[in-house]
DNA sequence: GACCAGGCACATC
DNA sequence: GATGTGCATGGT
């Protein structure tokens, strides 16, 4: 007996309400904050991306202009840096050689062809291009992260080894697409983990806890 | 001071 | 194919 994916948004969004993820940025924007968010809290990758910003690096061609230490310095905030200036590189080599430096242009490509592109690139994951497609591209494709496989493990709603493609599968074979909603549901896993998923269990409060049949706990196995 | 964070690539067995 | 390791800053 496990919970519904249904159950598992209303609950979430009931409790926390919409959490208006990447509202209000450019899309260049997001594209470099899903690669700094890289197993990296986000006010980190705040305090990045506003020194791209005071330094006026928000474009394509300009960050890729930019001599590679020079931006490994800027976004050291954000953490491996240095490996996140060349992966940074790499996705721009793709935007510009690819797509003449048009984020427009880029986007105009269909969604399974994109996301191949996206992966090509060292450094760009599925978790990365998933970002990428939804929240900068608008394109219905589920963001799986850490909180998202944990947070359904733990609720027996898969299984604790389940694959990226297998979790992402679960939501996209249930959910129709639809971008809004993705976005939100993505935002909200992510908004129950940091409260209640970490690494060490800290359910206490949790809202998902009472969906659990018989308001069993859940299984914080890691 | 230890532990953790919105991953990913690469080495080794 | 599975498992382990490097990458690094800043908050709790």
């Not at 976004?75 to 427009?104: D, F, H, M, T, W």
């Not at 996301?115 to 978790?127: C, D, F, K, M, T």
Request: aromatic share 10%; glycine share 6%.
């Amino acid at each position: 007996m496990t919970i519904r994916i249904d159950q598992l948004y209303a609950r979430l969004f009931d409790h926390f309400g919409p959490q208006h993820w990447w509202p209000g940025q450019s899309p260049f924007e997001v594209i470099v904050g899903a690669v700094l968010t890289q197993n990296t809290s986000w006010i980190n990758v705040r305090r990045a991306i506003d020194r791209l910003r005071e330094a006026d690096l928000l474009d394509p061609q300009a960050m890729y202009d930019l001599d590679l230490d020079e931006l490994a310095e800027l976004i050291r905030p954000a953490g491996y840096y240095r490996l996140k200036a060349r992966r940074l590189n790499n996705l721009l080599a793709l935007v510009i050689e690819q797509y003449g430096g048009s984020l427009e242009r880029m986007f105009s490509v269909d969604m399974p062809s994109l996301r191949e592109a996206l992966l090509s690139v060292n450094g760009v994951g599925p978790q990365t291009a998933d970002s990428i497609l939804l929240y900068a591209a608008e394109m219905p494709s589920f963001v799986v992260d850490t909180y998202t496989h944990r947070i359904l493990a733990r609720h027996g709603m898969i299984g604790f080894d389940a694959d990226y493609h297998q979790i992402k599968s679960f939501f996209e074979d249930t959910i129709e697409p639809d971008v809004a909603r993705y976005n939100e549901f993505h935002a909200l896993l992510v908004r129950v983990g940091h409260a209640h998923c970490r690494r060490k269990p800290k359910c206490d409060g949790c809202p998902l806890e009472a969906l659990l049949p018989g308001g069993e706990p859940c299984t914080p196995d890691f």
